[in-house]
T-cell receptor
Framework: SQKIEQNSEALNIQEGKTATLTCNYT??????LQWYRQDPGRGPVFLLL?????KEKRKERLKVTFDTTLKQSLFHITASQPADSATYLC???????????FGTGTRLQVTL | GAVVSQHPSWVICKSGTSVKIECRSL??????MFWYRQFPKQSLMLMAT?????????EQGVEKDKFLINHASLTLSTLTVTSAHPEDSSFYIC????????????FGPGTRLTVT
């Protein structure tokens, strides 16, 4: 079965810096890779989706890369703000295209 | 757009009783909805895929007779936890996607179930 690992359980960075989160997967490459944000006690919120034939996707201060050779996605938040503090989840579409398998998540803390 | 609601947001029940959780798509029709469970400091685990008008598809290891799913309309799916036990205490979250448009999922706010 697909195994998804995110680089660290927690990441602390200073406001204004770029946060970089890593998502590594085993086995086959998914058709789609997605990133979600989850705040404590809330459901995840969709951020970005990248297709297997796309190298990079951007949305405002967010950037996602997808390297199917390395089986890795990087998620960047530039000019980070304390409001960006949350858990970020990587998810892959597996099997039936619409089903998602989630990674373990990385808890990002942005400090002043 | 693409708003999903859940009710209740939290519930406490006694061991042995049943609890029903509702998931509604408010501004779109969802032929497919998904039910997840999340334990503290863990990621989301897919329990089942709920299909409107047909039986749900359960993930391996999820007891279908314990977690009853009904997807009676294009905007409502329900999860009933039957004969709940303390180990069923968890955060239950539903989601749906805009069928035919893309594969991102829109999640409800979750339901915190505590079984005493």
């Amino acid at each position: 079965s697909q195994k998804i690992e995110q680089n660290s359980e927690a990441l602390n960075i200073q406001e204004g810096k770029t946060a970089t989160l890593t998502c590594n997967y085993t086995n086959y490459s998914p058709a789609y890779l997605q990133w979600y944000r989850q705040d404590p006690g809330r459901g995840p919120v969709f951020l970005l989706l990248i297709r297997e034939n796309e190298k990079e996707k951007r949305k405002e201060r967010l950037k996602v890369t997808f390297d199917t050779t390395l089986k890795q996605s990087l998620f960047h938040i530039t000019a980070s703000q304390p409001a960006d503090s949350a858990t970020y989840l990587c998810a892959l579409n597996t099997g039936t295209a619409s089903k998602l398998t989630f990674g373990t998540g990385t808890r990002l803390q942005v400090t002043l | 757009g693409a708003v999903v609601s859940q009710h209740p947001s939290w519930v406490i029940c006694k061991s042995g009783t049943s609890v029903k959780i509702e998931c509604r798509s408010l501004d779109f029709q969802a032929t497919t909805m998904f039910w997840y469970r999340q334990f503290p400091k863990q990621s989301l685990m897919l329990m089942a895929t709920s299909n409107e008008g047909s039986k749900a598809t359960y993930e391996q290891g999820v007891e279908k007779d314990k977690f009853l799913i009904n997807h009676a309309s294009l905007t409502l799916s329900t999860l009933t936890v039957t004969s709940a036990h303390p180990e069923d205490s968890s955060f239950y979250i539903c989601s749906a996607n805009l069928q035919g448009f893309s594969y991102e999922q829109y999640f409800g706010p979750g339901t915190r179930l505590t079984v005493t």
